[in-house]
């Protein structure tokens, strides 16, 4: 089966300042690894996805997101954020065997100070 | 491209009515999911159909809730005999098959009083 784990349920960063939001993973097989952002009172808006190739990978707004597969992690990464960065932000894996569906993690909200 | 649409974005339903939540894919996105976000338990997988066909309803619950898809343009998520419980954010999402990114919707907020 597969899950996502978010250990930070909240992250608080200055403006300005680099950000890396954690996510790891658990699944045996080839997972298709992604990020999402939710801002308030809207659905989950893609910001980047991994299916192969260059571990890291890049997304919207400047975001970039590394797989590591030792570690079954694809930590969010970007290097200076901005106030309207601020809001949850998902992980969330699929797994070719059980079709497209997305298994999230609980999300960790952004918070960034200005 | 409008997007996902899911219609209404709130609803407000007294404990044991029925609730009925709509969703209208991209044009051209052969599967619909269903999921369900609450604070709790987070987002959740309910339901998924494949041109048109139901798929995968392992996440629904089993009672009072069903899904259908009676066109490729909409499908529904029905609640029967609401329960307090059930109050959440519904999220409609939608894909190209064999595409894994799935666009959301912009969610329907059901509360049970």
């Known amino acids: 089966a597969q899950s996502v784990t978010q250990p930070d349920a909240r992250v608080t960063v200055s403006e300005g300042a680099s950000l890396q939001l954690r996510c790891k993973y658990s699944y045996s097989g080839t997972p298709y690894l992604f990020w999402y952002v939710q801002y308030p009172r809207q659905g989950l808006q893609l910001l980047l996805k991994y299916y192969s190739g260059d571990p890291v990978v890049q997304g919207v707004n400047g975001f970039e997101a590394e797989f590591i597969k030792s570690n079954s992690s694809f930590h969010l990464r970007k290097a200076s954020v901005h106030w309207s960065d601020s809001a949850v932000y998902f992980c969330a894996v699929s797994a070719m065997t059980n079709y497209n569906v997305l298994y999230f993690g609980s999300g960790t909200k952004l918070t960034v100070e200005p | 491209n409008a997007g996902v649409i899911q219609t209404p974005r709130h609803k407000v339903t007294g404990k044991g009515q029925e609730a009925t939540l709509w969703c209208e894919p991209i044009s051209g996105h052969s599967a619909v999911f269903w999921y369900r976000q609450t604070i709790v338990q987070g987002l959740e997988f309910l339901t998924y159909f494949r041109n048109q066909a139901p798929i995968d309803d392992s996440g629904m619950p089993k009672e009072r809730f069903s899904a259908q898809m009676p066109n490729q343009s909409h499908s529904t998520l029905k609640i029967q005999s609401t329960q307090p419980q059930d109050s959440a954010v519904y999220l409609c999402?939608?894909?190209?098959?064999?595409?894994?990114?799935?666009?959301f919707g912009p969610g329907t907020r059901l509360t049970v009083l």
């Open positions: 999402a939608s894909s190209l098959w064999g595409v894994y990114e799935q666009y």
